[in-house]
């Protein structure tokens, strides 16, 4: 099956400056790349995602990029704020199929923004 | 508001009990989802039904049960509880068979174990 693998578990960062999180996947088949944001005892909630289709994808501070050679993708959070502190989950998706209809998750950074 | 509702919110309860997690997906959602949050642990995949049938199993422990209904309402079943089963549980719904677009989680349910 699919398997995920997140970097860094835990990252700190000055109000203002930029976060990377960086995922790979192992299964060729995934063609869809969400990520989710989950604060302290909240559900998480998506805030972006990509399609194998598409490199790159941009909403405001956030983008995501895709290498589908490389099978890896990442997060960017430009001018980070306080509000961003949570941790972020990346994940992977198959499509219908393939065998298997699960959406695999990593394991989660903790994304902490110091003012 | 995801618009997925899970129930109870909290559950307390003793070893070697047996407990039911209820979800309702969203209005149209023919999937659920089932993931189970340990502390500070990622999101592990429990099982996934769509419009009434299991379609995928992921690291659900035979001590664990679930089944969709007609009104696709979801029901996840846990028994002969251990210290180690505490956890966020999490219900998750999309309106496909499989989960290539948004997931949307319920706020899920904080089982204790004592």
């Known amino acids: 099956g699919e398997n995920v693998e997140q970097h860094p578990s835990t990252l700190s960062v000055q109000e203002g400056d930029s976060a990377v999180i960086k995922c790979t996947y192992s299964?060729?088949?995934?063609?869809?790349f969400p990520w989710y944001k989950q604060e302290l005892g909240k559900r998480p909630q998506l805030i972006i995602d990509?399609?194998?289709?598409?490199g790159e994808k941009k909403d405001q501070r956030i983008a995501v990029t895709l290498n589908k050679t490389a099978k890896h993708f990442s997060l960017h959070i430009t001018e980070t704020q306080p509000e961003d502190s949570a941790v972020y989950f990346c994940?992977?998706?198959?499509?219908?199929?393939?065998?298997?209809?699960?959406?695999?998750f990593g394991k989660g950074t903790k994304l902490s923004v110091i003012p | 508001d995801s618009g997925v509702t899970q129930t109870p919110k909290h559950l307390i309860t003793a070893t070697g009990q047996r407990v039911t997690l209820r979800c309702s997906p969203r209005?149209?959602?023919?999937?659920v989802y089932w993931y189970q949050q340990s502390l500070d642990q990622g999101l592990q995949f429990l099982i996934q039904?769509?419009?009434?049938?299991?379609?995928a199993k992921g690291n659900i422990l035979e001590r664990f049960s679930a089944q969709q209904f007609p009104d696709l309402h979801s029901e996840l079943n846990l028994s002969s509880l251990e210290l180690g089963d505490s956890a966020l549980y999490f219900c998750?719904?999309?309106?496909?068979?499989?989960?290539?677009?948004?997931?949307?989680f319920g706020q899920g349910t904080r089982l204790t174990v004592v």
């Open positions: 039904y769509y419009n009434g049938e299991e379609r």
């Open positions: 994940a992977a998706s198959i499509p219908p199929g393939a065998g298997s209809y699960q959406l695999t």
């Open positions: 998750a719904s999309s309106p496909r068979t499989a989960l290539n677009t948004e997931a949307f």
């Open positions: 299964d060729s088949a995934s063609n869809y």
């Open positions: 990509i399609r194998s289709n598409v």
């Open positions: 209005s149209g959602d023919l999937s």
